[in-house]
């Protein structure tokens, strides 16, 4: 089973740029075979998937984040990034990192979660 650390969260301005890391470990499945997400969970409120990449690279985002949030992943290093610039307010979660295999519909069944990291955007 792949182990999952997130880093990186922390306490920032609107307006201000953060750079979420995920470093995955552990033996067996290659980590670049893997489907990447983020996650977030604000206050009272749902998880909800924010951005994903797929092993071969392709990304998906949620609405409220595109263009201002990127993911990316450096498989050599076996890590995942969330690039979020524009930090908004409403953006404070907490923000976790999961791997996952796709499955039929167009889904992926996410099966490893790191333990989150808290990103909060004062006004």
């Known amino acids: 089973q792949v182990q999952l650390v997130e880093s990186g969260g922390g306490l920032v301005q609107a307006g201000a740029s953060l750079r979420l890391s995920c470093a995955a470990s552990g033996p067996g499945r290659t980590f670049s075979s893997y489907t990447m997400g983020w996650f977030r969970q604000a206050p009272g409120k749902e998880r909800e998937l924010t951005a994903h990449?797929?092993?071969?690279?392709?990304?998906n985002y949620a609405d409220s984040v595109k263009s201002r949030f990127t993911i990316s992943r450096d498989n050599p290093k076996n890590t995942v990034y969330l690039q979020m610039n524009n930090l908004k307010p409403k953006d404070t979660a907490v923000y976790y990192c999961a791997a996952g295999t796709p499955v039929p519909g167009s889904r992926t069944d996410y099966t490893a979660w790191g333990q989150g990291a808290q990103v909060t955007v004062s006004s």
């Open positions: 990449i797929t092993w071969n690279g392709f990304t």
